[in-house]
């Protein structure tokens, strides 16, 4: 599709939803809809930097998902693993840089490893920012960023009256710009405790398909949608920029 009379949201969200029940419904372990979401997610995401996207930042395991089946977890980080390695390599061969957000707490030493020499290896990257969510809460993130600025107030680092919205962005897991529009597939309409400071003003899209058949001819629907937005961030004059 063709974008120049678009406007492309600088920063998008997306929460992967869908995987497990998509592999169901085709008669397929859960674990096979992961591995088909993972190729989604490297198809759509080189997608959305070819056509000029900034930000991308995806939800891809929360601190809640712990809770899952032993199983799934377990091959879960053993797919990340494997991924971060092969998939990911081509956000770095186009120049992007992937950046990580959440806990390192309770993600094997293979996995650190391998995100590290990512984010290493992309740091000077500046066609986009790959913002991958894992281990992630918004809520955490929040209470993380609080403890944070607690710790620079007690060093007399930081002037406590200076706080603001702005200085308070600092402390979240990586700096990064507000998410203009936020994408759930399969239809669940809730937000899920991601990236809870960023969404305060951002569109929101729920198509009800499945994340693995959520193909470049959705993300081009999703744009459309996003340009029937009127944004106002609270005032009167409507903007989409």
Not at 49 to 66: D, P, Q, V
Not at 140 to 163: P, Q
Not at 196 to 209: C, G, N, S
Request: hydrophobic residues 35%; glycine residues 8%; positive net charge.
């Amino acid at each position: 599709m063709d974008y120049s009379n678009l406007v492309l949201p600088k920063h998008i969200g997306i929460i992967i939803d869908g995987n497990g029940r998509w592999a169901v419904a085709h008669g397929k372990k859960r674990s096979y809809g992961h591995l088909m979401g993972s190729k989604r997610l490297r198809e759509i995401g080189l997608y959305a930097f070819s056509k000029g996207l900034n930000i991308l930042s995806i939800f891809a395991f929360s601190t809640e998902n712990f809770k899952r089946a032993k199983e799934e977890v377990t091959y879960l980080m053993d797919l990340f693993a494997k991924n971060f390695k092969k998939e990911l390599n081509s956000f770095k061969e186009k120049g992007v840089k992937v950046i990580f957000s959440g806990r390192r707490e309770n993600l094997s030493l293979k996995l650190l490893k391998t995100m590290d020499t990512l984010v290493k290896d992309t740091e000077n990257n500046k066609n986009g920012i790959l913002n991958i969510c894992l281990n992630y809460g918004g809520q955490s993130e929040i209470i993380d960023g609080i403890k944070k600025i607690n710790k620079d107030f007690i060093e007399n680092t930081i002037n406590i009256d200076d706080l603001n919205e702005q200085t308070f962005k600092k402390y979240l897991y990586n700096e990064l710009p507000e998410i203009d529009f936020l994408i759930r597939t399969s239809g669940e309409n809730r937000i899920s405790n991601f990236m809870l400071w960023q969404l305060a003003y951002a569109e929101m899209y729920f198509p009800k398909i499945h994340w693995p058949d959520f193909n470049t001819n959705e993300f081009d629907k999703a744009i459309l949608e996003y340009n029937k937005r009127k944004r106002r961030f609270g005032g009167i004059k409507w903007n989409r920029e």
